[in-house]
Nanobody, 115 residues
Framework: VQLVESGGGLVQPGGSLRLSCAASGFTFSTYTMSWYRQAPGKGRELIATITSAGVSIYYADSVKGRFTSSRDNAENTIHLQMNGLKPEDTAVYYC?????????WGQGIQVTVSS
């Protein structure tokens, strides 16, 4: 299993970013995937979950209405569209696969929201 995040960076408050997570090494189209983030000095937080069929079944209250998860099973990729970014969204963002009771993580991608 390999998960590789991309699309992070520095953005001003109110701006947008689109994260991607490219997956390989497993049958991508049959697994639910999730996005997590970890802010400095805090634990890892689940922020979004999307089913194998592309249904977003969970958003954390802190991102609801601003973030949208999606997936492209033909490209083995999930995306996280982040709008209305706030300084408190600054964190390292990870995609996660839960497969056969084992969690797999990408290397993480930094998102910094600052003026």
């Amino acid at each position: 299993v390999q998960l590789v995040e991309s699309g992070g960076g520095l953005v001003q408050p109110g701006g947008s970013l689109r994260l991607s997570c490219a997956a390989s090494g497993f049958t991508f189209s049959t697994y639910t995937m999730s996005w997590y983030r970890q802010a400095p000095g805090k634990g890892r937080e689940l922020i979004a979950t999307i089913t194998s069929a592309g249904v977003s079944i969970y958003y954390a209250d802190s991102v609801k209405g601003r973030f949208t998860s999606s997936r492209d099973n033909a490209e083995n990729t999930i995306h996280l569209q982040m709008n209305g970014l706030k300084p408190e969204d600054t964190a390292v963002y990870y995609c996660e696969l839960l497969k056969e009771s084992r969690a797999y993580w990408g290397q993480g991608i930094q998102v910094t929201v600052s003026s």
